[in-house]
């Protein structure tokens, strides 16, 4: 199986290859632009396996990456290129409207035009997986089901509207040119490899050093954690079993308020890095005005992709958190060349 992914170099893409070429018989074409939240070192473990190849490709530049199909010849593709931090929309929506959706609608006619020269058990074998968020689904109230399939769009922030805009290009390449095409709309991911601008990260490097954890609003606004190696298993699930047509929301049923989140990872340095001179470090929390728009509450019924693929969560968000928490301890190295380089320091938000 040859699979073409983008944004492989990112923090979910780079899960997934690394998956793939230690666990699968997949050869991979990771096409990423590097942008500021591309870095090779996430794929590093894997990179001089024969299995994976890179290319530095700009998935809006339609002429490269129809040369990278033609070269490759791939027999599926999986697509998580995006530009994904909420703050970053908001400061400069224009570069989410490039990627997210003229990226995707390139990605989609590059697939369309292979997926039309072929015959056969490959062409009926051949899928695009477009990664998706269940932040296009709008905000949830306390009491509200969680999202799933059926759930209609509701986005409110450029990040969500631009990777709604992409879903729907999706499924219209599936319905009108018969392309095979499965969404999914994922929840929020944590682990290792996280860029050091979202939540979890940001608020464990802080907190380390000791330094005020900025919360939005009251802290309680709530997300649903899934730990990113069980959305890479999710994904090539998905692209394996998943219907043509289909949707599959997927999500840990881990239910947080960002307030519980800032001070379970709290907890867990005061034992591993020892109380701070000044104490618990629950008490570096200091509350900022809320972003323009902030969603409430997201959570996912994963049912459907549990009953159908059998795929369920295998770590929980303690474990998952704990498991975050060491590698960041242990890999200083990784973020803290990313806050002394290219990392341009923007503002410092909460969870998306
Ligand atoms: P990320 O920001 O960590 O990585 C994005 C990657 O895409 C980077 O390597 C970047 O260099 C690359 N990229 C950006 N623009 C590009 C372009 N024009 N051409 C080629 N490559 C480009 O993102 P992530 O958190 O790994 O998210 C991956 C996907 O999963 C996205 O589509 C996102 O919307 C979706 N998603 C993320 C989460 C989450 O919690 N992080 C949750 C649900 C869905």
């Known amino acids: 199986m040859r699979l073409l992914l983008t944004g492989g170099c990112g923090f979910i893409g780079s899960a997934v290859i690394r998956r793939l070429i230690t666990k699968t018989e997949y050869s991979v074409l990771n ?67 490039n990627t997210n959706v003229v990226g995707t609608f390139t990605m989609l006619e590059a697939a369309r035009a292979r997926f039309e020269t072929l015959t056969g058990p490959a062409k009926d074998a051949f899928r695009f997986v477009h990664v998706s968020t269940d932040e296009v689904f709008g905000s949830l109230a306390l009491d509200d089901p969680a999202f799933n399939e059926t759930t209609p769009y509701s986005p409110r922030s450029p990040y969500s509207a631009s990777k709604a805009a992409s879903d729907h290009l999706a499924r219209a390449w599936g319905d009108t040119y018969g392309l095979p095409t499965i969404v999914t709309n994922c929840s929020n991911n944590y682990g290792p490899f996280h ?24 802290g309680d606004n709530i997300r649903d954690w899934l730990f990113v190696d069980d959305h890479a298993r999710a994904l090539i699930t998905v692209l394996e079993s998943g219907t043509p047509g289909d949707t599959y929301t997927i999500g840990g049923r881990s239910e947080r308020t960002n307030l ?26 200091t509350y900022v005005t809320d972003r323009p728009g902030h969603d409430h509450r997201y959570a996912i019924d994963a049912s459907h992709i549990e009953a159908e693929l059998g795929w369920t969560p295998s770590v929980t968000f303690e474990s998952g958190l704990a498991t975050t928490v060491e590698w960041y301890l242990a890999h200083r190295d990784w973020w803290q060349a990313i806050l002394d380089g290219n990392y341009q320091g923007q503002r410092l938000g909460t969870a998306s």
């Open 31 to 97: 096409l990423d632009k590097l942008t500021y939240a591309g870095d090779p070192r996430t794929v590093a473990s894997v990179a001089d396996d024969p299995r994976y190849t890179f290319a530095q490709v700009d998935i809006t530049d339609a002429a490269a990456v129809g040369n990278a199909f033609a070269e490759y010849e791939p027999d599926a593709v999986l697509h998580l290129a995006a530009e994904s931090h909420v703050d970053r929309s908001i400061d400069g929506p224009a570069e989410f409207i």
């Open 260 to 285: 519980d989140v800032v001070n379970a990872i709290c907890d867990i340095l005061d034992v591993r890095a020892g109380l701070l001179p000044s104490g618990p470090r629950r008490n570096l929390v």
């Open 195 to 218: 860029f050091p601008e979202k939540l979890i990260p940001l608020v464990t490097i802080k907190a380390l050093a000791g330094e005020p954890l900025p919360v939005y609003g009251k």
